[in-house]
């Protein structure tokens, strides 16, 4: 009999350990990624020209502090533009209704997030309202072109010169 | 040459779709299945846990190393978390598991075969592949996940030591990145990953093990066999799958 | 009564071009030990394997108790194996299993029966060949001789009508082989289980077959109760049942000229595997 017991608690040991893990690195890892029942907090609305690579689940942050997340982002045929919807968490409900959002980039290299910068009103933004100003994404490619294009026209007349 | 391979292929889809039908009636005792989880799984805790801890560690420096170059070495919980949790955790743990589990499958069916364990019951009108083979396939199946998420957690903190106390690299930082990076899919990708490296470790140890010859030239080369071939086979299914999740 | 225990017809089988049988016919009477000797390599376990449907034989019939077990199906074939107990060679202990556990194997397989009942079966069938105190021990813990008797314990737990012995007496001593003799003559005197026992240790043989066949070449060279074999005059049979050297079985495997053979050496030689 001892064996066998022995035995089954360490199976019991190691699923235990294993499923543990298994939880930590699907709740605890991917930050909010997975919101557990409803989400909290309330939503508003931006609309960008261009989002770049911005992903739902990207996180919504105010001066480098994370505030909520992309809920959705979809095209609005009216008027050619990316809607996205932010999820804000309602701790962050003093947040001026003039407010501006842009898409930033996290690091050289990193993902995209929603940067809100802080306007001067007395009113704050309420579930469902619009940010009315806001920044596209940069994308990387149009400012190598354009650099590229104004560098171009400024070497044209010394390029015969470096050939030799 | 090509005519063997195919047969071969062959030969082990048609024990799998017949361990697979043997499966329900196995786990309907679950009491082998058990013994399985615990030779694959728990007795493969320790290396699997030391070789977690090396990893990341090793991730760590070298991830520092890199990193500092582009100055954001606060990124190193993102890069190891990532590197972990999409290539290494998998990958290393299943090759871990073709090198322990895998080999003690392959030996001990082989061994059974050898000593007419497997003849005795099929001469007691109980089929082999329901009472020996499905629990130790199904065991494997079971166990590899939990190891690669062992494995995960365990590299995660070697990474973290490294990083944070010996590189000073910024907990909070290291932490807030990791977890504002990570995302679910990012998760969701180790387990299939470890669900299929299971799935073909399990298969191939005890195909081999139960077509081993029944000798101890025929058991030894079964058991390289079994390294072998999981080990390449769960590089291809990596790539494979590498790939396909990169293209959705 | 019923249809004969065992009876093979005509059978026919080769391992690649090697003819194993060519041509035999064996029928086993109830409630007799029949015994199937006959020199080392003539196919007496590829027998056994043809006999319970492991392998297929290429020509002939094998009918257990009236079926031919190259006939029924999967189910089928586990039907009448579950009337056959079996003891191999070497016992084929389940090695991860305690005696108990490997007694008690195929009643947890096959019935659904209370613990307490299980355990006074399988003591039952332990005290039957006297291990019932080895009840807890582990297969590696055993002699070679008490490793047989667990497995004949386990052959006969399900109460067979039909006991298969694979050379119940390779490599015992010799008080281990009279255990054996003992306990196969027993078994088929209380239970009146129908066996067979294929060996070639002719002296136990003689003293507990009530037939016996002889096996050589592929072919049953001669057949008759134990008294009749051992007063045949045939040259096969003499040869076998007094352990000459040389005879019409060869000492030597069939081979070329040996000059021809030593000389050829310095070529390279090229093995088959």
């Known amino acids: 009999m001892k064996p066998q017991r022995s035995l089954e608690i360490g199976t019991g040991l190691f699923v235990l350990l294993g499923f543990a893990a298994l939880f930590f690195l699907t709740t605890q890892l991917p930050g909010s990624g997975l919101s557990l029942g409803e989400p909290t907090g309330y939503r508003v609305t931006a609309k960008f020209d261009n989002v770049g690579d911005l992903k739902v689940g990207s996180p919504v942050s105010m001066a480098g502090v994370r505030i909520g997340r992309v809920e959705e982002i979809r095209f609005d045929p009216n008027d050619y533009r990316a809607a996205v919807s932010l999820q804000i968490e309602s701790s962050f409900d003093r947040i001026p209704d003039d407010s501006d959002a842009s898409i930033q980039t996290q690091g050289l290299l990193g993902g995209k997030y929603v940067g809100i910068g802080p306007g001067g009103s007395e009113t704050f933004l309420k579930p469902g309202s619009q940010i009315e100003f806001t920044q596209s994404a940069i994308v990387l490619e149009s400012l190598v072109n354009k650099f590229f294009a104004n560098f171009a026209s400024k070497d044209a007349g010394t390029a015969t010169d470096k050939t030799e | 040459m090509i005519g063997a391979s195919l047969g071969r292929i062959g030969a082990v889809a048609v024990f799998l779709l017949r361990v697979l039908g043997q499966c329900p009636a196995a786990l309907a005792k679950p009491r082998a299945v058990i013994h399985q989880i615990y030779n694959a799984g728990a007795r493969s805790l320790i290396i699997i846990m030391l070789c977690g801890l090396f990893v990341g560690m ?46 003690a499958l392959t030996s001990e069916i082989g061994l059974m075969r050898a000593t007419d364990q497997l003849t005795a019951m099929e001469m007691m009108a109980v089929d082999p592949l329901r009472h020996v083979i499905a629990p130790r396939f199904l065991g494997g199946v079971i166990a590899m996940p939990l190891l690669v998420a062992i494995f995960d957690i365990v590299g995660l903190f070697g990474a973290q030591l490294i990083g944070v106390q010996l590189m000073a690299v910024d907990p909070g930082a290291f932490w807030s990145q990791m977890q504002a990076a990570v995302e679910l899919d990012d998760v969701n990708e180790g387990i299939v990953k470890s669900l299929c490296f299971g799935f073909a470790c399990s298969l191939i140890a005890v195909y081999e093990g139960y077509h081993a010859p029944p000798t101890a030239q025929g058991v030894g080369l079964a058991t390289t066999r079994t390294v072998v071939v999981s080990s390449v086979l769960v590089l291809l299914i990596d790539y494979m799958l590498t790939a396909a999740f990169l293209g959705r | ?116 009942v299980l355990r006074r079966l399988v003591l039952s069938k332990l005290e039957a060949v006297g291990l019932r105190g080895a009840a807890e021990l582990m297969p590696s813990q055993l002699s070679g001789g008490m490793a047989r008797r667990v497995a004949l314990a386990r052959a006969i737990v399900m109460d067979p009508d039909l006991l298969i012995y694979d050379e119940p007496f390779v490599g ?39 037939y016996s066949y002889l096996l050589s070449e592929g072919r049953i060279v001669a057949a008759g109760t134990p008294d009749e074999l051992a007063r045949s005059e045939e040259p096969v049979v003499r040869q076998f049942m007094s352990g000459a050297a040389d005879g019409p079985v060869p000492f030597h495997f069939p081979a070329g000229d040996l000059a021809a053979d030593i000389l050829r050496r310095a070529e390279p030689r090229r093995r088959r595997s």
């Open chain 3, 172 to 210: 015992l001593d010799p008080i281990s082989m009279g255990v054996i003799v003992r306990l196969i003559r027993e078994l088929n005197e209380t239970l009146g289980v129908t066996s067979i026992v294929v060996s070639h240790d002719v002296e136990e043989l003689a003293s507990i077959a009530h």
């Open chain 3, 1 to 116: 009564m019923s249809a004969p225990p065992v009876c093979i017809r005509d059978l026919y089988y080769a391992v690649g071009t090697r003819p194993i049988f060519a041509g035999v016919d064996i029928d086993v009477a109830q409630g007799q030990i029949t015994a199937v000797m006959g020199p080392s390599g003539t196919g007496k376990t590829t027998l056994l394997r043809l006999l319970t449907g492991q392998v297929l034989a290429d020509r002939g019939r094998i009918e257990l108790f009236g079926e031919s077990v190259a006939e029924v199906d999967k189910a089928g074939l586990y039907a009448l194996r579950r009337r056959t107990g079996m003891l191999f060679q070497n016992g084929a202990l389940l090695t991860d299993l305690t005696v108990f556990e490997n007694v008690a194997f195929p009643v947890r397989a096959h019935a659904r029966l209370p613990e307490s």
């Open chain 2, 58 to 103: 090793v991730l760590g420096l070298q991830g520092f190393d890199l990193l500092q170059r582009f100055g954001s070495e606060d990124a190193l919980g993102v890069a190891a978390a990532l590197g972990l949790l999409k290539e290494l955790g998998p990958v290393v743990t299943a090759l871990l598991f073709a090198g322990r589990a895998g080999t």
